[in-house]
């Protein structure tokens, strides 16, 4: 019954229906509570509606069934709450047992781990990690599975902003622009920075 309710949910989440997904979700939960998946799934749907702290305890029990993508996912709220030294070590100890085959995860890692240490100040590691997932991102592998290939952009742009490396700073705006969308939450306030960097050049 837990796999049907499981299924149920991601069904209705996939069709918009998040009221009737986090019914199943919670139902699947009740019959296995401790199972990694169903926290993921109710954390996803959590962030999806902006409840960012019941999303962080959804995602905190999945970690405890080490769930990769969840703990990538808690580490991004830890750095959007400006807690990089949280999201961290979860990112590195990710990175360590993640399978090379799965790309798109590895790929926000990395991305994230960037953006942890940017913030962190850590320019020179930021740098490191950033065109790492840069390179991951135009794979052919890359290029098939990441849809978030802009994010690793726009962050690097601002590692070479606060370096005063202004010209390649731009060059990664451009990009950030180029391949960027609104849709995306992260992306949409990088877009602003973009715009304003490339508009103050006289690069739009």
Request: aromatic share 10%; charged share 25%.
């Amino acid at each position: 019954f837990f796999d049907w309710y499981n299924r149920q949910g991601v069904k209705k989440y996939n069709q918009g229906q998040l009221a009737g997904a986090e019914g199943d979700y919670l139902q699947a939960l009740a019959l296995d509570p401790d199972n990694a998946k169903a926290h993921y799934n109710l954390g996803s749907l959590y962030e999806d509606l902006q409840e960012l702290d019941k999303a962080k305890s959804q995602y905190q029990f999945a970690v405890k069934g080490n769930l990769i993508k969840a703990k990538n996912n808690l580490a991004r709220l830890w750095i959007l709450q400006n807690k990089p030294e949280l999201a961290t070590p979860l990112l590195w100890k990710s990175l360590q047992e993640i399978p090379e085959e799965q790309v798109r995860i590895r790929y926000n890692l990395m991305k994230n781990f960037g953006w942890a240490l940017l913030q962190q100040q850590e320019l020179e590691r930021a740098e490191s990690f950033l065109r790492g997932a840069i390179a991951l991102a135009t794979t052919p592998e890359g290029m098939e599975q990441i849809t978030t290939r802009a994010s690793a952009h726009c962050l690097l742009a601002q590692v070479y902003e606060q370096q005063t490396r202004n010209g390649e700073a731009l060059e990664q705006w451009q990009k950030c622009s180029q391949l960027g969308s609104i849709v995306n939450p992260d992306q949409a306030k990088w877009l602003v920075l973009a715009y304003k960097a490339l508009k103050k050049a006289g690069k739009l």
